[in-house]
């Protein structure tokens, strides 16, 4: 499990002994059951000052500097003082936003936060999800997930939250299928397929990158990974932004229930969820902390179905054009050729994107794009969500200069 350092989410040995006591069910069966989960009876109010400060409890990395970085720009400009607390545990921080100590905190994941409130009785609510950290498959003595031989060793940590996690991943990527309705609770009894008869060797989180000599292939937390020397670039795969284990374990906003939606509050949310703060994630932490939200407006998403839409109108002149997305490792360009009125090919230039994990979007998507005429409609590659995310956006603004 992940132990107490500036870089991970809340799975401390405490945090994760407290969710096994109270028997905390990690997955989200339905929406009625996550709203409940937030409805108090007998909350006392804490009514937040109608002011422009505004406090926040966090942990020091990445959680501070996203809040004293793009978020502190954005709320400066909007004549709002942030006020940022730093905490290096993880009772302080709720017990202060319960109390109206600090206005809300940024630390934790919703699994951690519903624990606390059970256990301690606190009206604490998320306000917005921002960051995970991915979780890694990294090479032992091979190379590839290919080169995985039939009854290979695999490193997986030895506690329920990581197991979990760790099965999830080698299930997206094919070499395992649990049992339906497994999901982040899972452990090695729920594997209900295992074509290559993997070996799994349970393993404390901490010593799993010691053991990678000794296995094939091993499943280690972002913090562990980092700590061993590892980026994100060395893993061979990780976790999808749109997986469950990502949606689950990513870190939130909080606040006293009734604040949710104070302006001060919101114009927080929104500077967390913003373009600059996106970019700022993906530059300074190089993909050992991904966001959790996609870019409304003029971000991606917007983009994409923009230029979906202009394709499919035929608006296109004929031609290439050369348009540039942002990646974990840095611009990927894009040529777009339109002929006919409609786009002909699409071609990834020269980029830094992880081999094996980027490069599969890189691989895949271009095809998908001529065929669908667009981005619209076009998935992103499980595993890829950033690179995929790169090619769209590029692709899109490519579509722009065809009007």
């Known amino acids: 499990m992940s132990k107490l350092t500036r ?27 996550a709203e409940d989960a ?33 978020v502190k720009e954005i709320l400066t400009e909007q004549g709002y003082e942030l006020v940022v607390t730093e ?44 960051h995970y950290e991915p979780f890694g498959i990294y090479p032992g003595n091979v190379a590839t997930l290919e080169e995985v031989s039939d009854g290979a060793k695999v490193a997986v940590p030895n506690d329920t939250t990581n197991e979990a996690r760790a099965l999830l991943l080698l299930e997206q990527e094919g070499l395992l299928k649990l049992k339906d309705g497994a999901g982040v609770t899972a452990t090695t009894n729920d594997i209900a397929e295992n074509p290559k008869n993997l070996e799994f060797v349970e393993l404390e989180a901490a010593n799993i990158p010691n053991a990678l000599p000794d296995v094939a292939i091993a499943c280690i937390n972002g913090n562990y990974a980092l700590d061993a020397g590892y980026t994100v670039e060395d893993a061979l795969a990780i ?20 604040n949710e939606e104070v302006a001060k509050i919101q114009a927080l949310k929104d500077a967390l969820l913003s373009e600059k703060t996106y970019n700022f994630i993906l530059d300074t932490f190089k993909g ?33 054009y050369t348009a540039e997305g942002k990646g974990i490792g840095g611009k990927v360009p894009v040529t777009v050729t339109v002929k006919d009125g409609k786009i002909a090919e699409v071609t990834v230039g020269d980029n830094s994107e992880t081999q094996g994990i980027g490069s599969k979007a890189i691989e895949q998507l271009p095809a998908a794009i001529v065929e669908a005429g667009g981005t619209e409609g076009v998935d992103a590659v499980s595993g890829a969500t950033v690179t995929s995310k790169a090619i769209f956006t590029a692709v899109d603004e490519a579509l722009e200069q065809a009007k």
Do not use: M, W
Not at 39 to 65: C, M, Q, R, Y
Not at 124 to 130: G, H, S
Not at 246 to 254: H, I, R, S
């Open 239 to 258: 976790e999808a932004a749109d997986g469950l284990a990502a949606k689950t374990y990513a870190n939130v906003l909080v606040v006293h229930a009734g």
């Open 7 to 33: 870089r991970n989410f809340i799975t401390s040995a405490a945090a994760l002994a407290a969710l096994a006591a109270v028997g905390v069910n990690f997955a989200i069966a339905d929406e009625e059951k």
């Open 38 to 70: 937030y409805k108090f009876d007998n909350a006392d109010e804490v009514t937040l000052a109608d002011d422009k400060k505004i406090t926040v409890g966090a942990s020091p990395t990445p959680h501070a500097e996203i809040l004293n970085g793009p």
């Open 288 to 320: 050992a902390v991904q966001p959790a939200f996609t870019i409304d407006g003029e971000g991606a998403e917007a983009e994409t179905a923009d230029g979906a839409d202009k394709a499919e109108a035929g608006a296109l002149k004929d031609g290439e």
């Open 87 to 130: 905490f290096t545990d993880y009772i302080l921080p709720n017990t202060a936003t319960e109390q109206g100590e600090v206005d809300a905190n940024y630390f934790q994941h919703e699994p951690y936060l519903k624990s606390f409130n059970e256990e301690n009785g606190t009206h604490l609510v998320p306000v917005c999800a921002v």
